[in-house]
């Protein structure tokens, strides 16, 4: 997606060698008409799939899902990661490590909103070890619905979730794939529009 490769060249910021930034546009501050893009750009590319439900984790996958979930026509479920008194007590779990905060934790689903008749779609900004798209298809799993795939904004391809991913058969589909940010150089694979 052209559009988004040239928003992150001018945008983005590579720190510690592995980690992009783009909080100034997908995950704190958040640019709307490039999100209603990646909605139309994500309804595009699932449009032959029967997808009843999108389903993401808290916090920055939830405005990328909301967006792209009006194109859908179709509720948005997203995973909880911190335990609350309004929350269902009959809920799928599924334990997920943050590669960015470099922790474990727990996310949650209420057992209403996924079951066996849902054709769901997972919706995430980053992709980069799969541990949250892992923790979401278990939940999934958990309920005996159908994963219809993944859409993913960013995927860092020089890490192994998207592989990982793939070759259990998960259908991954990445707006942008970024193979390399050495030395500050934001490095992109050729991929199909």
């Known amino acids: 997606m052209e559009l ?15 980690i992009l930034k783009v909080d ?14 990646i909605g139309k750009e994500f309804k595009k590319r699932f449009a032959e799939e029967n997808i009843n439900k999108i389903l993401t984790i808290e916090a920055s996958g939830i405005a990328i899902a909301c967006i792209t979930a009006q194109y859908f026509h179709v509720p948005v479920v997203f995973a909880k990661k911190t335990e609350s008194r309004n929350l269902d007590k009959e809920t799928y779990e599924s334990n997920v490590y943050s590669y960015t ?11 209403r909103y996924i079951d066996k008749r849902d054709n769901i779609l997972i919706l995430d ?16 799993e958990q309920a005996n ?12 391809g020089f890490q192994k979730g998207g592989d990982l991913l793939r070759n259990d058969g998960v259908r991954v589909d990445s707006l942008v794939i970024i193979d390399s940010l050495e030395n500050g150089r934001i ?4 991929q199909r529009n």
């Open 4 to 18: 988004l490769k040239q928003k992150i060249l001018r945008e983005g910021r590579v720190e510690n060698g592995d």
């Open 125 to 140: 900004d980053f992709l980069a070890n799969g541990k949250a798209l892992l923790g979401l298809k278990d939940i999934i």
């Open 187 to 190: 490095e992109f694979r050729e």
């Open 101 to 111: 905060k470099e922790k474990n934790y727990k996310i949650r689903v209420s057992k």
């Open 145 to 156: 619905a159908n994963l219809v795939g993944a859409g993913i904004v960013i995927e860092k």
């Open 24 to 37: 100034s546009f997908l995950n704190h501050q958040l640019d709307i008409e490039l999100l209603n893009e």
